[in-house]
């Protein structure tokens, strides 16, 4: 029982330590409105999506979240994909709290893992841009840009810039 307590305390902790309040996504290959809206109905059947503000002259769709719920950006893109289109920009606003950021090394923000390209040893506070920079998080040309400096070796890890 008392490691049972002690498994959640620790997970409440942790999910406390930073929050994703919010998603701006740009998304490629959009022709029209039609296309604004595929991808609009596509997000809102996620369960964790709160509210969606779609911008169609800037393809760009700004998602919030439930208070409190699990974001999942592979889903996210997913249902981007699904729709028939591509993602060429994702940046995530993340609330940290305390969070220290070191050169050359993973860190773990929630229930994500998140490796800093460039960045210098910072502490995180207060609500933060983060730009994933993965393979289908960005442009072709901006992934074959930063390829070089990612390594495959770590699977489950988000690459990103602040």
Known sequence: MKT????????????????????????SGLTCSMCSNSINKALKTLRFVDNIDPDIQTSTFEITFKRGSNVDFDAIKKKVEDAGFSV??????????????????TVTVGDKTFYFLN?????LNGNRKVKLIDKGFVSNKEYKKNASEMTSSMPGVYYATI
Do not use: H, R, Y
Request: charged residues 15%; hydrophobic residues 55%; glycine residues 0%.
């Open 4 to 27: 049972l307590f002690l498994f959640l305390a620790i997970s409440i902790s942790v999910a406390a330590n930073a929050q994703v309040t919010k998603v701006s996504l740009q998304a």
């Open 119 to 123: 960045a210098k040893e910072q502490l």
């Open 88 to 105: 060429a920009k994702f940046i995530a606003i993340i609330d940290f709290n305390n969070v220290q950021i070191e050169p050359n090394k």
